[in-house]
């Protein structure tokens, strides 16, 4: 039998429901790694390893006591990322003045995950309010890349990315406004899905998500074939989420691929990627033209205007702008904190007063912030048209491999490659693609229809069945 650290989550519920390991076997297995890598990576930041033990201990005494079915998680550990609330557990979203709170209940996702049987090992970390992709605050400090600690793990959810990559926990939650759960699954080589949009629940989520179905909570994992067993168990109608609204899913098994439509943009504008990223895209066409899938053709020119698309549509939908998330509901003067940051006397990170103080502009543009709107609706209809039921749209998740520290701010649209999904609601699954010539992950984002989370599942594992997946660090 393969390493537990090896195993994907679904082969550890397997083994756990056919009594071949026990649970507590597994919570300790996971917490050792977890104790022997997190110094390094500093990727869970608030564990619950304590907790963790009694329920083990609770699960493994059901387990000698009954031989009814068991709920599909049930005894798998994972870890969320501290944005979304765990009752007793730290939920400050990264941001300087939550220090020290603790969430009092459980978001209504990981109510669903307790309740079929997944044991939650901690807390991971993500930047400052959530709005970069490098995870750093001034609360818990910089999460590191485990493939190379001089590289970012991205963010938003870089502590879920890096702890998952170095096999400390079997899967994990994070959430996604702009690419959080995809920038971090390409930097540290695992898999990541952007859900369509309001088909899970993101109440409990700190800041609080307040720009409708453009933020996403989300599964993130070793293996494509954990991604739907945990996405539909979290999604669905809550009553205490208005947002979230009711989609009849598919089955990735049931997909027909040799009846899969493929569209394929490896050159996204206001992005430029590298060779070996369009390289190894090609690779991914040919594994789908192997299974029978057609390749065609697409022209979307409206993607010239995707970052000033994701901008305008994400402002008209916020409730509150940065400054004032950043400030937990009390607006900061994000000039001033940068004048301040130079001589350290900000409590607040450099890329996140950026944002802040560009916000601010960015909003007396009104006139071309309605055009933007309006734009990106059209785009949303017309990617519709094409993928429908039955097609995807093949991706780059990023320019590059993982940038090294700060490096990120020299190409700062690079992110536009996987914002723009966010606004027009499509689900995407990140799937690893192997190695860049430097020895770092690379992934690929399979593109499908909103609602149509099963189509793109089920070609991102012939992906990663052609290309290995997930490798575990050594870190």
Same mark, same amino acid.
């Given at each position: 039998?393969?390493?537990?650290?090896?195993?994907?989550?679904?082969?550890?519920?397997?083994?756990?429901?056919?009594?071949?390991?026990?649970?507590?076997?597994?919570?300790?297995?996971?917490?050792?790694?977890?104790?022997?890598?997190?110094?390094?990576?500093?990727?869970?930041?608030?564990?619950?390893?304590?907790?963790?033990?009694?329920?083990?201990?609770?699960?493994?005494?059901?387990?000698?006591?009954?031989?009814?079915?068991?709920?599909?998680?049930?005894? =798998? #550990?994972?870890?969320?990322?501290?944005?979304?609330?765990?009752? /007793?557990? +730290?939920?400050?979203? %990264?941001?300087? $003045? @939550?220090?020290?709170?603790?969430?009092?209940?459980?978001?209504?996702?990981?109510?669903?995950?307790?309740?079929?049987?997944?044991?939650?090992?901690?807390?991971?970390?993500?930047?400052?309010?959530?709005?970069?992709?490098?995870?750093?605050?001034?609360?818990?400090?910089?999460?590191?890349?485990?493939?190379?600690?001089?590289?970012?793990?991205?963010?938003?959810?870089?502590?879920?990315?890096?702890?998952?990559?170095?096999?400390?926990?079997?899967?994990?939650?994070?959430?996604?406004?702009?690419?959080?759960?995809?920038?971090?699954?390409?930097?540290?080589?695992?898999?990541?899905?952007?859900?369509?949009?309001?088909? =899970? #629940?993101?109440?409990?989520?700190?800041?609080?998500?307040?720009? /409708?179905? +453009?933020?996403?909570? %989300?599964?993130? $994992? @070793?293996?494509?074939?954990?991604?739907?067993?945990?996405?539909?168990?979290?999604?669905?109608?809550?009553?205490?989420?208005?947002?979230?609204?009711?989609?009849?899913?598919?089955?990735?098994?049931?997909?027909?691929?040799?009846?899969?439509?493929?569209?394929?943009?490896?050159?996204?504008?206001?992005?430029?990627?590298?060779?070996?990223?369009?390289?190894?895209?090609?690779?991914?066409?040919?594994?789908?033209?192997?299974?029978?899938?057609?390749?065609?053709?697409?022209?979307?020119?409206?993607?010239?205007?995707?970052?000033?698309?994701?901008?305008?549509?994400?402002?008209?939908?916020?409730?509150?702008?940065?400054? =004032?998330?950043?400030?937990?509901?009390?607006?900061?003067?994000?000039?001033?904190?940068?004048?301040?940051?130079?001589?350290?006397?900000?409590?607040?990170?450099?890329?996140?007063?950026?944002?802040?103080?560009?916000?601010?502009?960015?909003?007396?543009?009104?006139?071309?912030?309605?055009?933007?709107?309006?734009?990106?609706?059209?785009?949303?209809?017309?990617?519709?048209?094409?993928?429908?039921?039955?097609?995807?749209?093949?991706?780059?998740?990023?320019?590059?491999?993982?940038?090294?520290?700060?490096?990120?701010?020299?190409?700062?649209?690079?992110?536009?490659?996987?914002?723009?999904?966010?606004?027009?609601?499509?689900?995407?699954?990140?799937?690893?693609?192997?190695?860049?010539?430097?020895?770092?992950?690379?992934?690929?984002?399979?593109?499908?229809?909103?609602?149509?989370?099963?189509?793109?599942?089920?070609?991102?594992?012939?992906?990663?069945?052609?290309?290995?997946?997930?490798?575990?660090?050594?870190?």
């Amino acid at each position: 039998m393969n390493s537990l650290l090896d195993m994907s989550a679904m082969q550890i519920a397997s083994a756990i429901q056919t009594r071949t390991i026990s649970v507590t076997e597994v919570v300790e297995t996971h917490i050792r790694r977890i104790e022997e890598v997190n110094d390094k990576l500093n990727a869970v930041i608030d564990p619950r390893f304590e907790q963790a033990r009694k329920e083990a201990l609770a699960a493994d005494a059901h387990l000698a006591s009954t031989s009814d079915p068991l709920p599909s998680l049930f005894g =798998v #550990p994972c870890t969320i990322k501290e944005f979304i609330a765990v009752k /007793g557990q +730290s939920h400050t979203g %990264g941001l300087a $003045a @939550r220090k020290g709170i603790k969430a009092t209940e459980d978001a209504v996702l990981v109510q669903r995950l307790k309740d079929a049987g997944a044991i939650i090992l901690g807390s991971t970390n993500g930047p400052e309010g959530g709005l970069w992709m490098e995870t750093y605050n001034t609360v818990y400090g910089r999460t590191e890349n485990p493939w190379n600690p001089k590289h970012t793990a991205g963010g938003s959810s870089g502590g879920e990315g890096a702890i998952l990559s170095a096999g400390g926990s079997a899967f994990g939650i994070g959430s996604d406004v702009g690419g959080s759960i995809r920038i971090p699954a390409a930097f540290c080589g695992i898999v990541g899905h952007k859900p369509t949009g309001a088909l =899970v #629940p993101t109440m409990g989520h700190q800041p609080p998500g307040h720009v /409708g179905a +453009s933020l996403v909570a %989300g599964p993130m $994992a @070793r293996r494509v074939e954990d991604i739907w067993p945990i996405l539909t168990t979290i999604a669905g109608p809550s009553p205490r989420d208005p947002h979230v609204q009711a989609f009849s899913l598919g089955d990735p098994k049931a997909v027909d691929l040799s009846r899969l439509r493929v569209y394929s943009i490896d050159r996204p504008p206001w992005a430029t990627t590298r060779s070996y990223v369009r390289e190894t895209q090609a690779k991914a066409v040919d594994a789908l033209a192997a299974r029978g899938a057609t390749l065609l053709p697409l022209r979307l020119p409206a993607l010239n205007h995707a970052i000033e698309i994701w901008s305008a549509s994400l402002q008209e939908a916020e409730q509150n702008t940065y400054d =004032v998330i950043l400030g937990d509901g009390q607006r900061i003067s994000a000039g001033w904190e940068l004048l301040k940051w130079p001589f350290t006397q900000s409590p607040y990170t450099f890329p996140a007063l950026v944002v802040a103080f560009g916000e601010r502009f960015a909003g007396l543009l009104k006139k071309r912030s309605a055009k933007m709107v309006e734009l990106g609706h059209q785009l949303r209809q017309e990617l519709a048209d094409h993928l429908r039921d039955d097609a995807v749209l093949l991706y780059p998740s990023y320019t590059r491999a993982a940038p090294r520290h700060h490096h990120a701010l020299l190409t700062p649209t690079d992110w536009v490659c996987t914002a723009i999904f966010n606004i027009l609601h499509n689900p995407v699954t990140q799937v690893p693609l192997g190695f860049a010539p430097n020895g770092l992950p690379m992934g690929l984002q399979v593109v499908a229809g909103p609602g149509m989370d099963h189509v793109c599942v089920a070609a991102a594992q012939v992906i990663e069945e052609a290309h290995g997946g997930w490798t575990r660090s050594m870190t």
